[in-house]
């Protein structure tokens, strides 16, 4: 073989090669972004997704937020609405001037005003009771303590029957007593009431 004829075999040799390294880099080029747009693409779906659970967890939990806020408002209003009934009647209860039609003694009203007492206090006993899983700790306490003055006037006002002027004095101190705590409990209520609106209005903007 002459010297020219290997010459253009190794030139021919060389040209294949370069022809097909240039289709072999093209192929890889292409095969690059077609792996490239999937990957993108597998990417953007799991994006996708994790946004998708995001924001149900997030509805989810403002779901949770309006649920428990109606809930334990629905709560503080019953609770509230027995306690002020109640407040009526202990302040009726052992007034230091009363009124009575000439057919009946002071006992007889008396005895009247006691059983409508003792009505309003079971009622606000059954609204405690009955909302008890759906508010704080701290409004019960308060409650609570508001509940102790009431059947502390009732215990008291069964058991002694001397209407002096004493009784009469005592009387007036357990209504200022009620009257004082119901002011801490209404004031506790509203305070719970702004934190569970707070806290629903941050997951409503997450």
């Known amino acids: 073989m002459s010297a020219k004829e290997v010459f253009e075999i190794g030139g021919a040799v ?6 097909a390294g240039a289709l072999l880099f093209a192929l890889s080029s292409w ?15 799991k994006h996708a997704e ?24 629905r709560a503080l209003k019953d609770i509230w609405q027995a306690a002020s009934g109640l407040r ?16 009946e003694g002071y006992d007889e009203c008396f005895w009247k005003r006691y059983q409508g007492f ?9 609204a405690i009771d009955d909302n008890a899983p759906f508010y704080s700790d701290e409004v019960f306490r308060e409650v609570d303590a508001l509940l102790r003055i009431a059947k ?11 209407k002096d002027a004493q009784w009469f004095k005592d009387g007036e101190e357990s209504r200022q007593q009620f009257f004082q ?9 509203r305070k719970r009431i702004e934190q569970l609106a707070v806290r629903a209005e941050e997951a409503s903007a997450q």
């Open 88 to 103: 009526s009647h202990i302040s009726a209860l052992r007034p230091r001037m009363s009124v009575t039609e000439s057919s």
């Open 31 to 45: 095969l690059g972004k077609v792996w490239a747009t999937r990957i993108l693409q597998q990417e953007q779906a």
């Open 118 to 126: 003792q009505a309003a206090l079971n009622t606000f006993q059954n």
């Open 50 to 73: 994790q946004l998708s659970r995001l924001k149900g967890e997030l509805d989810k939990m403002i779901h949770v937020h309006r649920v428990q806020f109606e809930a334990e408002f």
């Open 152 to 162: 502390h006037e009732e215990v008291f006002v069964h058991a002694e029957k001397i």
């Open 14 to 19: 060389l040209l294949s090669l370069g022809v």
């Open 181 to 189: 705590q119901a002011t801490v409990v209404g004031a506790t209520m």
